[in-house]
């Protein structure tokens, strides 16, 4: 397995709260994405980072934001939860040179009341 | 722009049985293709891929799939199932040389095993 890590891995937390959950590599790979996995709609990308500070949004980005000031880790933050933001968060890596593999992590799964 | 259709959200067969999960996409450049298994509670693995060598690509654990152009099509098919294969299967599409933000995943297909 790739060497990927999420955590923490599960979280209640209420709405209005901040919540930040993290994902670190060991492989040293440039790409590292966020996703959320809601059921009927398979993964769907929040934010990436193509490098170290060098992120962009992703097809569900709106009440999400991420940084990433070192290549091993990549944060994503949920400035003021909602319920609606209650799911399971996947980061996932890849490689330049193979950029279109993802290696997935674990997942974290957020309950947010 | 892409899209991919996954046409069963469940599909149950016996153990020892052939598996066929569907996979339908459009793409408006060459697609890479892939599929990607999900074990309850776990992350996503990646089964196989297809980016434009052959066509019938052979994955992990007795796996493979066929591109087929022009039916627009990336089934997924096992000779004979095991018991091990239950899980949750992705069809993922990406146009070739796009941004990240240009994969698209399917809604998943759940696969059951019988006895």
């Known amino acids: 397995d790739a060497g990927i890590t999420q955590s923490p891995r599960h979280k209640v937390t209420e709405t209005g709260t901040p919540v930040t959950l993290r994902c670190h590599q060991t492989e040293n790979h ?14 769907r990308l929040i934010h990436y980072s193509y490098g170290v500070k060098d992120t962009d949004k992703g097809e569900v980005s709106d009440g999400y ?13 949920l400035e003021s939860a909602t319920s609606s933001q ?9 490689d330049p040179g193979n ?12 309950l947010v009341l | 722009a ?3 259709t996954q046409l069963d959200s469940h599909v149950s067969v016996s153990e020892g049985t052939p598996v066929l999960l569907r996979c339908n996409y ?20 990646l089964l196989l891929k297809y980016t434009s060598a052959a066509t019938l690509v052979k994955g992990i654990n007795g ?15 096992k000779p004979s199932a095991h018991m091990s294969d239950a899980a949750e299967y992705f069809c993922v599409v990406r146009a070739r040389y796009s941004s990240a933000s240009k ?13």
């Open chain 1, 65 to 77: 934001s991420v940084s990433r000031s070192k290549t091993e880790d990549f944060l994503l933050t």
């Open chain 1, 99 to 110: 950029q279109e593999t993802q290696y997935f992590g674990p997942g974290t799964r957020l």
């Open chain 2, 2 to 4: 892409q899209s991919v």
């Open chain 1, 86 to 94: 209650t799911s399971v968060y996947f980061c996932a890596i890849s």
């Open chain 2, 103 to 115: 994969i698209i995943f399917g809604s998943g297909t759940r696969l059951s095993i019988r006895p």
């Open chain 2, 26 to 45: 459009s793409s408006s450049y060459s697609p890479s293709l892939f599929w990607y298994v999900q074990h309850p509670n776990k992350g996503l693995q």
């Open chain 2, 63 to 77: 796996f493979e799939a066929e591109f087929k152009k022009s039916e627009t099509s990336f089934h997924l098919t």
């Open chain 1, 30 to 43: 440039r790409y590292m994405y966020w996703y959320r996995q809601d059921p009927g709609h398979g993964l």
